[in-house]
């Protein structure tokens, strides 16, 4: 069965360091979605891909976080400088363009930031 | 703004009870919900989806229930196992089209043997 991955699974880093998360969506799925999920919240959307294009980063904190989907297939979330604040679990999604329905997400990615 | 409400936050009750978590949300205007299970630690793996226009969707021990025009959705669990022990989830989706969703802070579920 088709999965959505992300690497890595855990991350710890020191505060005003640099990180990457990586995503690999469902082969096919044209939408690809970035949520952040503070423990014991629910997720908060990031940004939000179709194909290439951010379609929504409204709520990504712009002068720290930046995403790209380069060849509209697989994606990657950077934080540069990491804060505190941002030790979070990070959730990627996809769903493909022909059904509007459902979101299939990966395991996440659990950042901790020191 | 969309804001989803859960309730209980969190619920323990003896394996074999059946019970019932509630999901409230402010605007009846949605396209679909969503309930979703996440094991601690883990991502979301979906249970079950209700498209506007639905009543109610079954998947084995679980089933979901939508009123939208009072913005409530139930999610009934019968016979409850050790192994239901997690956090469930409710999502609204706001619009068609591949629009994200709003999420509830989740009801975490300990099943007692």
């Known amino acids: 069965e088709a999965e959505v991955a992300q690497s890595p699974r855990y991350k710890i880093t020191e505060k005003s360091q640099a990180v990457a998360f990586w995503c690999d969506p469902i082969?096919?799925?044209?939408?690809l979605y970035w949520y952040r999920q503070i423990l014991g919240q629910g997720p908060e959307l990031l940004v939000q891909?179709?194909?290439?294009?951010?379609?929504?980063d409204s709520q990504l904190p712009k002068d720290r976080f930046s995403a790209e989907r380069l060849k509209g297939v697989d994606s990657t979330l950077k934080i540069q400088p990491a804060e505190l604040g941002d030790s979070a679990m990070y959730l990627c999604?996809?769903?493909?363009?022909?059904?509007?329905?459902?979101?299939?997400f990966g395991p996440g990615t659990r950042l901790t930031v020191l | 703004k969309q804001e989803v409400t859960q309730i209980p936050a969190a619920l323990s009750v003896p394996e074999g009870e059946n019970l019932v978590l509630n999901c409230s949300f402010t605007?009846?205007?949605?396209?679909?919900l969503q309930w979703f299970r996440q094991d601690p630690g883990k991502g979301l793996t979906s249970l079950l989806l209700i498209q506007s226009s639905q009543r109610e969707q079954t998947s084995g021990r679980l089933n979901a229930s939508l009123d939208k025009s009072s913005g409530r959705s139930t999610l009934y669990i019968a016979a409850s196992q050790p192994g239901d022990s997690a956090t469930y989830l409710c999502a609204v989706r706001l619009n068609s089209g591949n629009t994200p969703l709003v999420f509830g802070k989740g009801t975490r579920l300990s099943v007692i043997a």
């Open positions: 891909f179709q194909d290439e294009s951010v379609v929504d």
């Open positions: 605007d009846s205007a949605i396209y679909n």
């Open positions: 999604a996809s769903s493909p363009l022909a059904s509007y329905n459902e979101q299939f």
């Open positions: 082969s096919g799925h044209a939408t």
